[in-house]
């Protein structure tokens, strides 16, 4: 062989065996694809003896594009892992009979969404219901005699004007809908049906369910059985401006044999989540006084059955607590919450002395890293739980005397060979007045210390609400992309008490603006960032504050503004909240502080921008409305910013909700990137 011929077949052979090892290398990273083939746990559902834990097992249904869910079964030292139903339907729900012999749930598989019947032993299954609406907070009666649900009812459509009858076989365009509610449109659910959601019994052996509530209010949330099974307590808002005050509800008791209705709490602000103590005496509840601020914490309360000497629980715990429930022997109070980004179970005494039980819980979702989570227990004080790493989706997992156990590996197929990003916290000092801000840094699988690496700074939502050490798939596949990702909690997070999070009351966007860049000059001192290629993204909130920062400097990039609000005006006045966020984010409606609103909103800096700025949004998002996003866009086009709208057909602000949309959602802010990195 001649020395060139040589010479080539020794480059091919390199060429070929460097490729081949680059796309093996390339395996071992999380791609837009693999999002298919995550699972997470959730609503997991212990057995009265503490034995047995039946959960959801979430999964994507590639062909529909959709997240099903499925019931699944595991004894709680984690043997015989096995599902009770199987298929690309949604079941879910599940709620264990009080003698644990039998369990209903919600199944779709005959096409709608209707309560099933199984027993335990025989894996017999029964379909209890023929329901019109989708029927929720599934509850059985202690005597395991009755069933109660919750379902929206529809009313008669108004109908304002009159028109003529029209001919025998026309064709005429769809009647004019009149609408004259305060709330007729919200996000996910789109243009509200007229209706309320009303109480249901229904018996345990089948049957027609018997509507228990007639009236024009709304009865939502957990429904509680008193021990004899002759009464329920349940949330509602019944006042008579309902629509203007919309957290001022009340608890109620509602006898079942005559419909009475006794309202037990009184206090201007929430009341709800309602649970009985086992002896029937007590009413464990959360709820606030309410005083207009932006972030209050919810409070974990008890009072009498009747209604009598409320006493606040959790006075020493600066964090807003969450679905309490009764230890067997009625002696404590379980609950749910957040600290510094990571969502921990307690049991507080009743003199309010708290012990926490576990930490770690969380994923309702698999997009980004904000908090979640649920569990139950047992008689024998065994608590079932959803466990959630930054490496990992949620699992079921167990905790009993202090002792914590994972119980599934539900994503050990797929990341037995795709490597995550590791992430670490950080904390570092403010600019503005020297607080203390929490973040997080995750880090390419293959993190080299010696190089240098874009940044993307990815800001949450809310703006109450808080990220934390949780599983996110799309910051995943930013760091697998090549990039270190900085996600914090500035200034108006949750999980750090009510005064940090009223920092923001009135001030929103503000000094967090700080926050985020001290956060970002915190990771360059780290010395493995390319200060020359630095990024921006967030969503809803997160979208505000990117569109608030590029308005305040030039230093990165680009820009990826998902699903914001622009200008504050327009967004009273169009999001689905209509009752809400002119009360309690602003000092009152736009017209009479309009200079408080404009200030506050990113239009107002739209001159300043000269990053190149992409606008990403569903729809049919009634929550921050595209015409938010389309204002911005017409706005940097006039000044001829560099910008591009990308829009989701059909999604709502919820964009993950389908797989492909946060497949979309990833894609197009990394090609972005990619454009100007």
Same mark, same amino acid.
């Given at each position: 062989?001649?020395?060139?011929?040589?010479?080539?077949?020794?480059?091919?052979?390199?060429?070929?065996?460097?490729?081949?090892?680059?796309?093996?290398?390339?395996?071992?990273?999380?791609?837009?694809?693999?999002?298919?083939?995550?699972?997470?746990?959730?609503?997991?559902?212990?057995?009265?003896?503490?034995?047995?834990?039946?959960?959801?097992?979430?999964?994507?249904?590639?062909?529909?594009?959709?997240?099903?869910?499925?019931?699944?079964?595991?004894?709680?030292?984690?043997?015989?892992?096995?599902?009770?139903?199987?298929?690309?339907?949604?079941?879910?729900?599940?709620?264990?009979?009080?003698?644990?012999?039998?369990?209903?749930?919600?199944?779709?598989?005959?096409?709608?969404?209707?309560?099933?019947?199984?027993?335990?032993?025989?894996?017999?299954?029964?379909? !209890? *219901?023929?329901?019109?609406?989708?029927?929720? &907070?599934? %509850?059985? =009666? +202690? /005597? $395991?005699?009755? @069933? #109660?649900?919750?379902?929206?009812?529809?009313?008669?459509?108004?109908?304002?004007?009159?028109?003529?009858?029209?001919?025998?076989?026309?064709?005429?365009?769809?009647?004019?809908?009149?609408?004259?509610?305060?709330?007729?449109?919200?996000?996910?659910?789109?243009?509200?049906?007229?209706?309320?959601?009303?109480?249901?019994?229904?018996?345990?052996?089948?049957?027609?369910?018997?509507?228990?509530?007639?009236?024009?209010?709304?009865?939502?949330?957990?429904?509680?059985?008193?021990?004899?099974?002759?009464?329920?307590?349940?949330?509602?808002?019944?006042?008579?401006?309902?629509?203007?005050?919309?957290?001022?509800?009340?608890?109620?008791?509602?006898?079942?044999?005559?419909?009475?209705?006794?309202? !037990? *709490?009184?206090?201007?602000?929430?009341?709800? &989540?309602? %649970?009985? =103590? +086992? /002896? $029937?005496?007590? @009413? #464990?509840?959360?709820?606030?006084?309410?005083?207009?601020?932006?972030?209050?914490?919810?409070?974990?309360?008890?009072?009498?059955?009747?209604?009598?000497?409320?006493?606040?629980?959790?006075?020493?715990?600066?964090?807003?607590?969450?679905?309490?429930?009764?230890?067997?022997?009625?002696?404590?109070?379980?609950?749910?919450?957040?600290?510094?980004?990571?969502?921990?179970?307690?049991?507080?005494?009743?003199?309010?002395?708290?012990?926490?039980?576990?930490?770690?819980?969380?994923?309702?979702?698999?997009?980004?890293?904000?908090?979640?989570?649920?569990?139950?227990?047992?008689?024998?004080?065994?608590?079932?739980?959803?466990?959630?790493?930054?490496?990992?989706?949620?699992?079921?997992?167990?905790?009993?005397?202090?002792?914590?156990?994972?119980?599934?590996?539900?994503?050990?197929?797929?990341?037995?060979?795709?490597?995550?990003?590791?992430?670490?916290?950080?904390?570092?000092?403010?600019?503005?007045?020297?607080?203390?801000?929490?973040?997080?840094?995750?880090?390419?699988?293959?993190?080299?210390?010696?190089?240098?690496?874009?940044?993307?700074?990815?800001?949450?939502?809310?703006?109450?609400?808080?990220?934390?050490?949780?599983?996110?798939?799309?910051?995943?596949?930013?760091?697998?992309?090549?990039?270190?990702?900085?996600?914090?909690?500035?200034?108006?997070?949750?999980?750090?008490?009510?005064?940090?999070?009223?920092?923001?009351?009135?001030?929103?966007?503000?000094?967090?603006?700080?926050?985020?860049?001290?956060?970002?000059?915190?990771?360059?001192?780290?010395?493995?960032?390319?200060?020359?290629?630095?990024?921006?993204?967030?969503?809803?909130?997160?979208?505000?504050?990117?569109?608030?920062?590029?308005?305040?400097?030039?230093?990165?990039?680009?820009?990826?503004?998902?699903?914001?609000?622009?200008?504050?005006?327009?967004?009273?006045?169009?999001?689905?909240?209509?009752?809400?966020?002119?009360?309690?984010?602003?000092?009152?409606?736009?017209?009479?502080?309009?200079?408080?609103?404009?200030?506050r909103s990113p239009i107002s800096l739209v001159g300043n921008v000269k990053t190149p700025t992409m606008l990403?949004?569903?729809?049919?998002?009634?929550?921050?409305?595209?015409?938010?996003?389309?204002?911005?866009?017409?706005?940097?086009?006039?000044?001829?910013?560099?910008?591009?709208?990308?829009?989701?057909?059909?999604?709502?602000?919820?964009?993950?909700?389908?797989?492909?949309?946060?497949?979309?959602?990833?894609?197009?802010?990394?090609?972005?990137?990619?454009?100007?990195?």
């Amino acid at each position: 062989m001649k020395p060139g011929k040589t010479i080539l077949l020794s480059l091919l052979i390199y060429l070929t065996f460097s490729t081949t090892f680059a796309q093996e290398q390339d395996r071992s990273k999380l791609q837009l694809i693999d999002v298919f083939d995550l699972e997470y746990a959730t609503d997991p559902q212990v057995s009265q003896d503490g034995k047995q834990i039946v959960y959801l097992r979430n999964f994507m249904d590639i062909m529909k594009d959709r997240i099903r869910t499925n019931l699944w079964i595991i004894n709680s030292d984690g043997s015989d892992h096995r599902p009770l139903t199987s298929g690309n339907k949604n079941n879910y729900s599940p709620r264990w009979s009080p003698d644990g012999k039998k369990m209903v749930y919600v199944s779709t598989q005959d096409g709608s969404s209707q309560i099933y019947m199984r027993w335990m032993d025989t894996g017999q299954t029964a379909k !209890l *219901t023929n329901l019109t609406s989708s029927p929720g &907070n599934l %509850v059985w =009666s +202690p /005597d $395991g005699e009755w @069933i #109660a649900f919750t379902m929206f009812v529809t009313s008669k459509p108004k109908s304002f004007a009159k028109m003529p009858a029209k001919p025998k076989g026309a064709e005429w365009a769809e009647p004019a809908k009149y609408i004259d509610q305060l709330r007729y449109r919200a996000d996910g659910a789109g243009y509200l049906k007229e209706g309320y959601t009303q109480l249901f019994v229904l018996s345990a052996d089948g049957g027609s369910p018997r509507q228990i509530t007639f009236d024009n209010y709304n009865y939502g949330g957990r429904v509680s059985w008193t021990p004899d099974s002759k009464a329920v307590i349940i949330s509602a808002n019944r006042h008579s401006n309902a629509a203007q005050e919309p957290l001022n509800s009340e608890l109620y008791k509602i006898t079942l044999s005559n419909g009475n209705i006794s309202q !037990l *709490t009184s206090r201007k602000g929430p009341d709800n &989540n309602p %649970v009985v =103590s +086992p /002896d $029937g005496k007590t @009413i #464990a509840y959360l709820g606030f006084d309410d005083t207009y601020q932006g972030y209050e914490v919810t409070r974990l309360y008890t009072c009498r059955i009747d209604g009598s000497n409320a006493k606040l629980i959790t006075s020493g715990l600066d964090r807003s607590v969450a679905s309490p429930v009764w230890s067997s022997d009625g002696k404590g109070i379980y609950f749910q919450y957040d600290d510094e980004g990571n969502t921990k179970i307690a049991l507080a005494s009743l003199n309010g002395k708290i012990k926490d039980i576990t930490n770690n819980v969380g994923q309702t979702s698999l997009g980004r890293p904000y908090s979640g989570g649920s569990y139950t227990v047992s008689d024998n004080g065994l608590v079932a739980f959803t466990n959630c790493t930054p490496d990992r989706p949620a699992d079921v997992a167990v905790v009993n005397s202090g002792t914590k156990k994972r119980l599934t590996e539900l994503n050990d197929d797929l990341f037995s060979f795709k490597k995550t990003g590791k992430v670490e916290e950080i904390w570092f000092e403010s600019s503005h007045d020297k607080r203390k801000v929490q973040g997080w840094i995750v880090k390419p699988s293959d993190f080299d210390p010696a190089k240098k690496y874009p940044l993307i700074l990815e800001i949450h939502g809310g703006p109450f609400a808080n990220y934390g050490d949780r599983f996110s798939a799309e910051i995943q596949l930013y760091a697998a992309a090549g990039y270190v990702v900085l996600y914090v909690n500035p200034r108006g997070s949750t999980s750090y008490g009510k005064e940090f999070g009223n920092l923001i009351h009135h001030n929103y966007p503000g000094q967090d603006y700080d926050d985020l860049m001290s956060g970002v000059d915190a990771v360059i001192k780290q010395g493995y960032v390319d200060e020359n290629n630095l990024f921006v993204t967030g969503g809803s909130g997160g979208g505000v504050l990117t569109a608030w920062i590029v308005g305040k400097t030039d230093r990165f990039k680009a820009a990826v503004v998902a699903k914001p609000v622009i200008n504050w005006y327009s967004f009273a006045l169009t999001a689905d909240a209509y009752n809400f966020f002119h009360k309690y984010w602003f000092p009152g409606f736009p017209w009479d502080h309009a200079d408080h609103y404009m200030k506050r909103s990113p239009i107002s800096l739209v001159g300043n921008v000269k990053t190149p700025t992409m606008l990403l949004t569903g729809e049919s998002d009634y929550r921050t409305p595209i015409s938010e996003t389309e204002q911005y866009y017409q706005a940097l086009k006039l000044r001829n910013v560099e910008t591009a709208m990308v829009r989701i057909p059909g999604a709502p602000h919820g964009i993950a909700g389908r797989p492909s949309n946060l497949m979309a959602k990833v894609a197009n802010i990394l090609a972005w990137f990619e454009k100007y990195r």
